[in-house]
């Protein structure tokens, strides 16, 4: 397979056509079309897109089970009481927080394929494991090795796509397997319960029911969907065994084009400086921090504030499905709007300013079917948030070791908003949580000033590079240390 893809780059004769300019690509003596590449793309989209989500899927529908467990009984047999769910979730998130930088780079050495899916099997293992948990210190062990699995599955993820797809083919893609998440609170709803009344089984000493059955049949699910994985997902452009020699050629080249990048580099030291140093990535960061304040807020605690408002818990779990379905499709719709403009920005802002009206009314009405419908407003505006401002970041991180560093690097800023959602809905509060809504508020006011931050600096930026003001940066350079400039190439523009 490498041999032939070679062949290409000695300058395989390859039949030119009379296409315009727009439309013609070409590198070294192989041309291609924009045909061609939307060829290649399908394929790839039938391949990559549909695993991809179905193991966030997972990823998301393991870790925010425990919300959906905690009405089942979980709290009662565990003794959960004060701040004791709370920092269930808490010790998650250390962990999740503190693998993720290492992981994608050992994921960019190790590739995709055998990497991503391993991840998945660890955290169906622990998530299986959950359901034998009889105390406090044990449900802690647990969370903790959750998160370790877990923390490198979405930067890994958005990394991974990035290496197949062009900055604005990207997120569509990523936003669609990061809709996983959103997916996950639908089914996450209907699995707890179907699962839950399932009558009690298993051995005297470890019996599993209730509760414990979510955890133990979704963690089996998770299993049985990572042994598919392997099989279907390729490592690299170069290595996708459904292309022919030439389209593989073409898969890998169009994306080293575009960022302007050596795809064989290995990652050194100053491409971790070049991905936290990255003016658009702190932005993005501080962005996802923001905006994961109130998506993980929603996951880990919409069953509790529903059940708040007198519903039973069964009447709970399905009335968390229409909320993340109706957020599904919204986000859908957005993230293809936004491809579709080449603006991330503006939909960040219109996003934040869509989520501050609902939990103002969640806050404010005094209703349950108007707080119940404020909800569905909440969780449209926030939902696309994280996709939108993580996609922003790899738009303007080129160089494919810069992209791996600064993939994980925003998502890990952003995950540690989950460490303040998880203590944003307290038991003191209940059953108003005017306090959570609040401060939900003020996060998404939080998101929407940087995403205009975003806006301004990237126009900036380029306003500058098109009159010429970085071209010193390559005086005196080789064209392979130019080639090794990614986004601080004069010729890279920022995307907005």
Not at 477 to 489: M, P
């Amino acid at each position: 397979m490498a041999s032939e893809i070679k062949n290409y780059e000695a300058g395989l004769a390859v039949t030119k056509d009379n296409s315009s300019s727009d439309d013609h690509h070409h590198s070294g003596a192989v041309e291609w079309t924009a045909e061609d590449e939307r060829r290649i793309r399908q394929r790839m989209d039938w391949r990559i897109v549909p695993i991809v989500l179905a193991l966030y899927l997972m990823c998301f529908i393991d870790r925010a089970n425990i919300g959906n467990a905690r009405i089942q009984g979980l709290a009662k047999d565990l003794n959960l009481v004060g701040y004791k769910f709370n920092w269930a979730l808490t010790v998650f998130y250390i962990a999740y927080i503190a693998v993720e930088i290492p992981s994608n780079i050992i994921l960019k050495k190790v590739g995709g394929q055998y990497y991503m899916p391993a991840l998945v099997v660890g955290f169906g293992l622990i998530s299986m494991c959950t359901a034998f948990v009889t105390s406090f210190s044990e449900l802690l062990v647990c969370r903790f090795l959750l998160g370790v699995f877990e923390g490198g599955l979405f930067p890994g993820a958005a990394y991974y796509m990035s290496c197949f797809y062009r900055r604005h083919e990207l997120l569509l893609r990523m936003g669609i397997f990061i809709q996983g998440a959103t997916l996950a609170g639908a089914f996450g709803g209907l699995l707890a319960a179907g699962l839950s009344p399932i009558h009690k089984w298993g051995v005297h000493s470890r019996p599993i029911y209730s509760w414990r059955n979510i955890f133990f049949f979704e963690g089996l699910f998770t299993l049985a969907v990572s042994g598919l994985a392997v099989f279907i997902l390729p490592s690299t452009p170069d290595k996708c065994k459904f292309l022919t020699p030439r389209d593989r050629y073409i898969a890998l080249k169009r994306i080293n084009q575009e960022h302007k990048e050596d795809s064989t580099e290995r990652t050194r030291p100053h491409h971790i400086q070049r991905a936290f140093f990255n003016i658009n990535n702190v932005i993005c960061g501080l962005g996802f921090f923001s905006i994961n304040v109130s998506v993980q807020s929603f996951s880990l605690f919409l069953p509790t504030i529903l059940n708040a408002l007198g519903w039973t818990a069964l009447k709970t779990q399905y009335y968390t499905v229409p909320p993340y379905t109706v957020a599904v499709i919204w986000s859908v719709i957005v993230f293809r709007l936004s491809d579709k403009y080449k603006c991330r920005g503006i939909f960040l802002v219109f996003g934040a300013v869509l989520a501050i009206i609902g939990y103002t009314v969640i806050a404010t009405a005094t209703t349950n079917s108007v707080k119940y419908g404020a909800v569905f407003m909440a969780a449209a505006g926030a939902f696309p948030g994280g996709p939108l401002f993580l996609a922003w970041g790899l738009n303007n991180a080129a160089g494919p070791s810069v992209r791996a560093v600064s993939s994980a690097y925003i998502v890990s800023i952003g995950s540690a908003g989950a460490l303040l959602a998880v203590w944003t809905y307290l038991v003191k509060d209940a059953p108003l949580y005017k306090r959570g809504h609040f401060i939900n508020v003020g996060a998404n006011c939080v998101a929407g000033v940087l995403a205009l931050i975003g806006i301004i600096y990237t126009r900036w930026e380029n306003k500058k590079r098109e009159a010429g003001d970085r071209q010193e940066r390559l005086v005196n350079l080789s064209e392979d240390e130019k080639n090794v400039l990614g986004y601080r190439h004069p010729d890279f523009r920022y995307t907005s």
